[in-house]
C-alpha cells in the first residue's frame, strides 16, 4: 500500500451499495479545520474503494487533489466488498463517558489557543449532538468528580448511556429530594408496553384503556393487570418467532 496523490477528477466511482453518502456538513467542516485524517483508498485503474463520504466532502470543499492511499490487492472483488461492509458496518460511536472525558480536554484545548464563541456549542457540534445534551454530560461528570453522593448517577449514565435520567437525578440530588419511589408493576409493564407497541396486531387486538396500562399514563398499575401483561408477552414471544 503506497500514499500518492491524486486529482480528484481522475477518481473513478464503482458500483456502491452504499447509495446514500447522508449529510456531509459535519466531515467537510472537520476536513477545513484539520484536514483527511484517514485517506480514501483506491486501487489500480484509479478506482475508489473507500472513502466515498470523505472523497464527497473533499471535492464540496474544492480541494483539487488529495493523497490516497494505493492498494494494489484491492483488484480482488470479494475482498473490496468486504472492506466496504467494514468501513459502514463496524463502527463503534463514543460512549457518553468518551464523551464526557474528551469534551473537557477539546473545551481546554480551545480555550488555552483563544478560541472565540460558545465553547460548549462548539464541542458539542464536534460529537453532533445538541448543547443541551452535552451541557448535562458535563454537568454529571463534573459533580462526580467532587461529590461522592454523584458517582453512583455518573456511573449509570456511563454505563447506560441515559443522559436525562441522570441529570434528574443530580438535580434532585442538589436540591435535597429524595429519590421517587418506582412501582415494580409499573416499571415492568412500561418496558414491554415500548415493545408492543410496535407490534400493530397485538395492540389493534385490545382496547385502549389496556394499552394504557403500559405506557405510563396511569400512574399506578393494578397488580391484576399482571394477567393481561402475560397475555400480552406471550403474543410478543409467538411474534418475535415469527
Known amino acids: 500500500m503506497e500514499l500518492v496523490k491524486v486529482r480528484v477528477d481522475e477518481i473513478?466511482?464503482?458500483?456502491?451499495f452504499r447509495k446514500d453518502i447522508g449529510n456531509l456538513k459535519k466531515l467537510r467542516e472537520s476536513i477545513e479545520d484539520i484536514g483527511v485524517l484517514q485517506p480514501p483508498t483506491i486501487r489500480p485503474g484509479k478506482w475508489l474503494v473507500l472513502g466515498r463520504r470523505r472523497l464527497a466532502a473533499a471535492i464540496l470543499n474544492g480541494r483539487k487533489v488529495i493523497k490516497v492511499l494505493m492498494d494494489p490487492t484491492m483488484n480482488d472483488k470479494l475482498k473490496r466488498r468486504k472492506a466496504e461492509l467494514a468501513?459502514?458496518?463496524?463502527?463503534?460511536?463514543l460512549s457518553v463517558q468518551e464523551i464526557a472525558e474528551l469534551g473537557e480536554e477539546i473545551e481546554r484545548l480551545m480555550r488555552e489557543n483563544g478560541e472565540k464563541g460558545n465553547i460548549r456549542e462548539k464541542t458539542a457540534e464536534k460529537f453532533n449532538i445538541s448543547a443541551p445534551t452535552y451541557g448535562k454530560i458535563k454537568a454529571v461528570?463534573?459533580?462526580?468528580?467532587?461529590?461522592p453522593r454523584a458517582r453512583d448517577i455518573a456511573k449509570e449514565m456511563y454505563r447506560t448511556g441515559k443522559v436525562h435520567p441522570a441529570y434528574k437525578k443530580l438535580k434532585r440530588l442538589e436540591r435535597g429530594e429524595p429519590e421517587p419511589e418506582v412501582d415494580p408493576a409499573s416499571e415492568v409493564l412500561g418496558c414491554f408496553h415500548r415493545c408492543l407497541l410496535k407490534m400493530e396486531g397485538v395492540k389493534r387486538k385490545y382496547p385502549d384503556w389496556a394499552m394504557d396500562s403500559f405506557s405510563g399514563k396511569r400512574s399506578e398499575v393494578a397488580w391484576g393487570d399482571l394477567n393481561?401483561?402475560?397475555m400480552l408477552v406471550a403474543e410478543a414471544i409467538e411474534a418475535f418467532k415469527d
Do not use: C, Q, T
Not at 473513478?12 to 456502491?16: L, S, T
Open 87 to 93: 468501513e459502514n458496518l463496524h463502527r463503534r460511536p
Open 12 to 16: 473513478k466511482i464503482p458500483k456502491r
Open 228 to 230: 393481561l401483561l402475560r
Open 141 to 147: 461528570a463534573k459533580r462526580a468528580k467532587v461529590d
